[in-house]
């Protein structure tokens, strides 16, 4: 059964996400901005987040990139889980998985390593 959870609440676990992941690869994401959406694109109903921008692997040398996007949303992660627990969870994984996309890992290579 979805759980219900106040906008600014959320943004609680979205921030408590970021503070799990360690220093030293936070520090190495470019220009990179992290958004909450309550529900994504019509088409993609289901979707928990997304990878807005270009890879790190994939951008030339002295060109101007604008920031980068990360956007997580509420909707899905909130009707996918069955509590409190599992929400921090499933946020957890959504911002790991999306700053991977940052760094030019794709999906195929998330779900090898369990992060799927």
């Given at each position: 059964?979805p759980?219900?959870?106040a906008a600014a609440?959320?943004?609680?676990?979205v921030?408590?996400?970021?503070?799990?992941?360690?220093?030293?690869?936070?520090a190495?994401?470019d220009?990179?901005v992290f958004l909450?959406?309550d529900?994504?694109?019509?088409?993609?109903?289901?979707?928990?987040g997304?990878y807005d921008?270009?890879?790190?692997?994939?951008r030339?040398?002295g060109a101007?990139?604008l920031p980068?996007?990360?956007?997580?949303?509420r909707?899905?992660?909130?009707?996918m889980?069955?509590s409190h627990?599992?929400?921090?969870?499933?946020?957890?994984?959504?911002?790991?998985h999306e700053?991977?996309?940052?760094?030019?890992?794709?999906?195929?290579?998330?779900h090898?390593?369990g992060w799927g």
């Amino acid at each position: 059964m979805p759980i219900t959870i106040a906008a600014a609440e959320f943004d609680e676990l979205v921030a408590a996400a970021l503070d799990q992941v360690p220093q030293e690869l936070l520090a190495q994401l470019d220009n990179v901005v992290f958004l909450v959406e309550d529900e994504p694109p019509a088409d993609e109903p289901e979707l928990l987040g997304v990878y807005d921008g270009v890879p790190l692997t994939e951008r030339g040398i002295g060109a101007g990139f604008l920031p980068d996007r990360i956007v997580l949303f509420r909707g899905p992660l909130t009707r996918m889980v069955d509590s409190h627990e599992e929400l921090v969870d499933e946020v957890a994984i959504t911002v790991v998985h999306e700053i991977a996309h940052h760094f030019g890992i794709d999906n195929a290579a998330l779900h090898a390593w369990g992060w799927g």
